[in-house]
């Protein structure tokens, strides 16, 4: 053999070395690394914050169908409604900013699973049907078409037949929407906690607007 052909068996045998130290010294079966303590806590607490997001937005989806069924079976209360409805829309929105869904961290194992089922966009959420229904009146009620639209609600909304009842009934779903958004401060991070009390005090507002209303 010569001397350009015993060169080229020693380059081919120090390459195949070289790869099979390589394979020796990489991770069993292509594993990733798997995330430390640290990762994991992180994740979680990212996970019960887009928890706590989702329940906020779903609470207000609920008092929006609640709105949106005194409207369609009492059209004659817009004028007083419409404003107060803007609001709960403006809050769904901001409560959901932020996402309600955490990806993830890459390595950990299944059993942690996707923190809910609903994606990032607060209108996706899933419809509460026991928002508002706290303090309903025994007065006769009508079931508002309006309602009969979410395709998520296994009932429609029933509304006071009667206009005053109707608020009443409104005003307490706003009470209850408040007192829920109170009662998550504890367990809310500081910056979402400012926002669930802004929210919460614009509940509490509205209630007594409704109820005063009620009275007029």
Not at 7 to 16: D, F, M, T
Not at 30 to 47: I, N, V
Not at 49 to 62: C, I, K, N, P
Request: hydrophobic share 45%.
């Amino acid at each position: 053999m010569g001397t350009t052909g015993r060169r080229a068996l020693l380059v081919a045998g120090a390459a195949a070395g070289a790869t099979a130290l390589a394979g020796c010294t990489s991770p069993s079966g292509g594993q990733a690394r798997r995330p430390d303590a640290a990762e994991l806590a992180a994740e979680r607490a990212a996970r019960a914050e887009a928890a706590l997001r989702l329940r906020a937005v779903t609470a207000a989806h609920g008092l929006l169908e609640r709105y949106d069924a005194t409207l369609a079976a009492h059209p004659a209360l817009a004028p007083r409604l419409t404003p107060l409805r803007a609001a709960v829309a403006a809050h769904a929105q901001a409560l959901g900013e932020g996402g309600t869904t955490v990806a993830p961290t890459p390595g950990a194992t299944a059993a942690s699973g996707p923190a809910t089922a609903a994606g990032s966009d607060p209108t996706t959420a899933p419809r509460s049907t026991t928002s508002g229904t706290t303090g309903a009146s025994a007065t006769p009620e009508t079931s508002a078409p309006a309602a009969r639209k979410s395709a998520g609600s296994p009932a429609p909304v029933r509304v006071a037949a009667d206009p005053r009842a109707a608020l009443r009934e409104l005003a307490a779903a706003e009470r209850a929407y408040s007192d829920g958004h109170t009662a998550a401060l504890l367990t809310a991070p500081p910056e979402y906690a400012r926002l669930l009390a802004s929210v919460a005090a614009s509940g509490a507002a509205h209630a007594y607007l409704l109820t005063e209303g009620a009275r007029a």
